[in-house]
């Protein structure tokens, strides 16, 4: 990990302004994006400014607004979408109902990851690794991904400013 940098970039997308984060090893400007709830053009345009190949995409949990626009990442890119664990996948089967539910149509694709993460394991980036911890209440299936070191979290929504996300969703369990 020595000499190894990471950059990152915040870029809020949907209606809901939910914070897609795009990061990439400074070296190689291999990187991925965490989260791309949609607006997938608008990610793409970013990182091809910033001169970063995105070569993964990693998922906190399945809700629209974090894996909306996934698989058109992914239909674009040819890169695998990461995570979250399979007890969200129920969330990626109606990500395109619930974004009509909101009048939004279009908006976001179901998605299927090419893999599910589970507790304990990592993923890397630029030879720096990331821990994954399974973290059900919000969703039954949502991890955080973090590195103690850089004391970075992709904390997806487990955190707010003062709050923890909302447990009032199908299969939410406030006590987890």
Known sequence: MAGTKLDMRIIPVTPFAQNCSMIWDTASMKGVFVDPGGEADKLLAEAEKLGVDITEIWLTHGHLDHAGGAEDVRDKLGVPIIGPHEDDQFWMDRIAADWERYGQKGMGRNCKP????????????????????????????????????LKIAFVGDVLFKGSVGRTDFPKSNPQQ
């Open 114 to 149: 090419d893999r599910y993460l589970k507790d304990g394991e990592q993923l890397s980036l630029g030879g720096v690794k990331f821990g994954v911890a399974h973290c059900p209440g919000h969703t039954p299936g949502h991890v955080v991904i973090h590195n103690q070191d």
